[in-house]
């Protein structure tokens, strides 16, 4: 397996040390060389390295260390302005501003992002994607400046490791591959899937430190909760419709 | 530049050739190596190589050659089900049928989906996106048998390729990248980010065929039309709901 995806670890320590723009040159372009819908590059990246707004986003990415160590934050965003502008100065009337253009430009700015990811393994930089994107695209959208027809879908933090982390757990490959059709897992299948991740002595810490009777609980009760999972939600439609795509 | 991200061409005609197992495996394997949101791995791979299911989904991907040619399809869709069941087998309350967990594991649906494209390519396969997954969801959760939970992300097309087509042109990188803040840019710049582009041998043969003024007007009469955008959104959303996202 090609090494950069199969040793893949998100770094959340970085060392003091700029990327060379070179470097981070070679990245970006990487970036644009993925596949996109019909070659029309909905997506913009903006890159973040003034300490000033690193801050910012910092505060905005709930105060991940890791975003104010990372000496480049790159924002990988679904954006139909650059598309729907040429067309208007063509006399071409463009309809991007909806739900599927939304959609399909995320989807073409997350093929770029992971392009970057791999060319920064292999420029012995470490990466980690800052989940809380989409959670408070409102505060990234005001940081960055992002104007209507523009929309935060992920973010890397870029920088040279300062740690050697251990590759994470996955699930067996026969719980996530399905053939042909989609196969209903009985519950053995189901428990048996997970255990392994279960029975690591880091996810039994994990569950004995926020005080649950097992992992899920941990899950649904501590980091990805009910209340929090529909107040994102709601926030997140509303700024899609902020933004013109709803 | 790692040479599968720099030489990445999209192969539209295969020989007819199996994936050898192994091979199929290991991309597979890759796939699940990405990044992903909590490590919760909320995606499944559906993998088709049964003629008739290749035909039934070569019906739903507008009649593509490729995706009837292709020994392989994959299509990698968000997936709430296996977590969910778990938790509910924990005494766990999942909360995870709402959009931002559409929006979530349809990104981790695509990291996985750009990991298996690039180790793909490094085993001398080629392969496609088609974008044509989101227009026909609908038709896809029905060949595949997709339960509530589930919703089709994006595909693949993976096998030997039997055409070795030139790179395609990508807007300059000073088009994508922004710094710091986003720029809003001049019609000068706008029109000369696109110039490169629209004076392609291709695309001017392209514009001369639709018999139109100008290659934005292909784009937004002919390839990506109002009518159509505002079709397939609607009956995406549609879709998201009926799946139990919304």
Not at 27 to 40: D, E, K, V
Not at 121 to 145: F, H, P, R, S, V
Not at 184 to 189: K, L
Request: a negative charge; proline letters at 4%; charged letters at 20%.
């Amino acid at each position: 397996m090609i090494p950069e995806i199969k040793n893949h670890k998100s770094i959340r320590k970085y060392k003091n040390m700029p990327v060379p723009e070179s470097i981070l040159n070679e990245i970006l372009l990487a970036a644009t060389r993925a596949s996109n819908t019909g070659n029309m590059q909905t997506y913009s990246i903006i890159v973040s390295k003034d300490e000033t707004k690193r801050e910012q986003l910092w505060t905005a990415h709930f105060k991940q260390n890791m975003v104010l160590q990372a000496p480049v934050i790159l924002t990988f965003c679904a954006d139909i302005n650059r598309f729907s502008a040429w067309c208007k100065l063509n006399n071409a009337v463009p309809a991007y501003n909806n739900f599927l253009w939304f959609y399909n430009a995320s989807i073409d700015a997350v093929l770029a992002s992971q392009n970057a990811a791999i060319q920064a393994q292999n420029a012995d930089l470490g990466i980690c994607y800052l989940g809380t994107t989409t959670y408070m695209a409102d505060k990234i959208i005001d940081i960055l400046e992002l104007p209507v027809g523009v929309i935060p879908v992920t973010s890397i933090a870029l920088g040279y490791p300062d740690e050697n982390p251990h590759l994470t757990d996955r699930l067996p490959l026969d719980a996530i591959v399905h053939h042909e059709s989609y196969r209903e897992d009985s519950d053995e299948s189901i428990l048996a899937f997970f255990s392994e991740k279960e029975a690591l002595p880091a996810m039994i810490k994990f569950v004995a430190e926020n005080k649950k009777d097992n992992l899920a609980q941990v899950f649904t009760d501590v980091r990805y909760k009910m209340e929090d999972n529909l107040h994102f939600s709601q926030k997140f439609l509303d700024i899609i419709k902020k933004q013109g795509f709803l």
